[in-house]
Structures are given as structure tokens and as C-alpha cells.
């Protein structure tokens, strides 16, 4: 019954390639969210995603793109890895900003490691 | 700008009390968050401030001064378990968390 999860929980990978991280939520929220932990902790917000409004980071290189085949679902590709994205990427959801409780809730983490 | 500023590293023995301090300056305010997070996991939801005054939640309390834009996390009766990182967050006039650096709170025996 875990409430937000993602896939895989550790990703290592060569400068390059093309990879995906997968998220899910059963809380029935609105909106989720992907984040990047670098090694300084410092929690960065990549995008913000609803069914209405998709928001993103203007600093995130379009390398990035959220994908969501529905509301349950924000999953993450990456295309041309670089080493600089080597992080821990968390998924978070919550309802609606501003309609409702707007606490976020994390998925476990995926740890990213280009070589 | 926006800003979150918390200390860096905080020490403090098990038993005890131990309040870590956060100050903001972002583009208007929705609520401040408190979140724990232990090395290698996701971060947790501790509190949540809109309103000044303090909330308390068992061992854990957080108080909010909105015309100061200030915060603090108390915690109290300090248990080994408690060593992790906390993070303050701001919700701005976006309804966008904006997350400090996060305080690791060391405990000793």
C-alpha cells in the first residue's frame, strides 16, 4: 500500500544513453512532481505536473521531459546523459496547490549514476 | 530573490531539547513546511505553518512568525532516531516549494 513509488531504485548507467524513471501515486492527487537531490542535498524542483498546467523549471535542460499517460503516473525520461546528472531524483505528489492540503509526498528516491 | 536560510549542522544529546531555525524571504507565502529526512531516504512530512503561532505534534513542535520570516523546529526528548536531515520549505505565491539546504542534526549519546 505504498503511497507515492518509483522504479528502479538505483539506475547506473554510461554518458549517452537514454533512460526513464518511473512514478506512482495511490493518494489520488492532482499533481505530482519530479525534484533532483544533488550531493550538496539541496532539493531542486524540475517540474510540476496536473492534468491541467505543466511547469517547469526553467534551468532544466531539455534534455528532461515528464511524460504522464495519467494522473497516477509522472514518469521521467532523460535522453544524452550527462555525468552532472548523477542525483537522486524524487517523485513527490499532492492535491491541487492552493485547493486543498498542499503537503507533498515523496517517493523513495532514485539514485542515478552516469559513469 | 527567494531565500531559505537554516544552519548547516547541528549537534545536540540524546534526552535533550534542540530548536533549529529557519528565515525566508520568498514571493509571497502559503504555508512553511517542515520535513524530515534520514540519509538514503525520502524526505517526510513533519509540520505544516500558515498561521502564527506554534503547532505541536507529539515530541515535535513548530512555531511561525509570518512578519518576521521565521520559523523554528522543536524538538524535544531527543532519541538516537531523531539524527537526519530537516528541511524548511516556503510555499510562495505560486503555490511552488521553495526548499532551504536543510539542517543535519547530529545526536550523541
Known amino acids: 500500500d505504498t503511497a507515492v513509488s518509483q522504479t528502479p531504485k538505483y539506475l547506473v548507467t554510461q554518458m549517452g544513453n537514454d533512460k526513464s524513471i518511473k512514478c506512482e501515486q495511490n493518494?489520488?492527487?492532482?499533481?505530482m512532481y519530479w525534484y533532483k537531490q544533488d550531493s550538496k542535498k539541496f532539493l531542486k524542483i524540475m517540474f510540476s505536473?496536473?492534468?491541467?498546467?505543466?511547469?517547469i523549471n526553467e534551468t532544466v535542460p531539455n534534455r528532461f521531459s515528464p511524460k504522464s499517460p495519467d494522473k497516477a503516473h509522472l514518469n521521467l525520461h532523460i535522453n544524452s546523459l550527462e555525468l552532472g546528472d548523477s542525483a537522486v531524483y524524487f517523485c513527490?505528489?499532492?492535491?491541487?496547490?492552493?485547493?486543498?492540503?498542499?503537503?507533498?509526498?515523496f517517493g523513495p528516491g532514485t539514485r542515478l549514476t552516469v559513469l | 530573490g527567494q531565500n531559505i536560510d537554516q544552519p548547516t549542522e547541528m549537534t545536540a544529546t540524546e534526552g535533550a531539547i534542540v530548536q533549529i531555525n529557519c528565515t525566508y524571504q520568498?514571493?509571497?507565502?502559503?504555508?512553511l513546511f517542515w520535513y524530515q529526512q534520514h540519509a538514503g531516504e525520502a524526505p517526510t512530512f513533519l509540520s505544516y505553518?500558515?498561521l502564527d503561532g506554534l503547532e505541536e505534534k507529539g515530541r515535535f513542535s513548530s512555531f511561525l512568525s509570518r512578519s518576521k520570516g521565521y520559523s523554528y523546529l522543536l524538538l524535544k526528548e531527543l532519541q538516537m532516531k531523531d539524527s537526519a536531515s530537516y528541511l524548511c520549505?516556503?510555499?510562495?505565491?505560486?503555490?511552488?516549494?521553495?526548499w532551504g539546504a536543510g539542517t543535519k542534526l547530529i545526536i550523541k549519546p
Open positions: 505553518n500558515v
Open positions: 493518494l489520488g492527487h492532482d499533481t
Open positions: 505536473y496536473n492534468n491541467k498546467e505543466l511547469i
Open positions: 520549505a516556503v510555499m510562495d505565491s505560486n503555490y511552488q516549494l521553495i
Open positions: 520568498t514571493s509571497g507565502f502559503n504555508g
Open positions: 513527490a505528489s499532492s492535491q491541487v496547490p492552493g485547493e486543498g492540503t498542499d503537503t507533498q509526498y
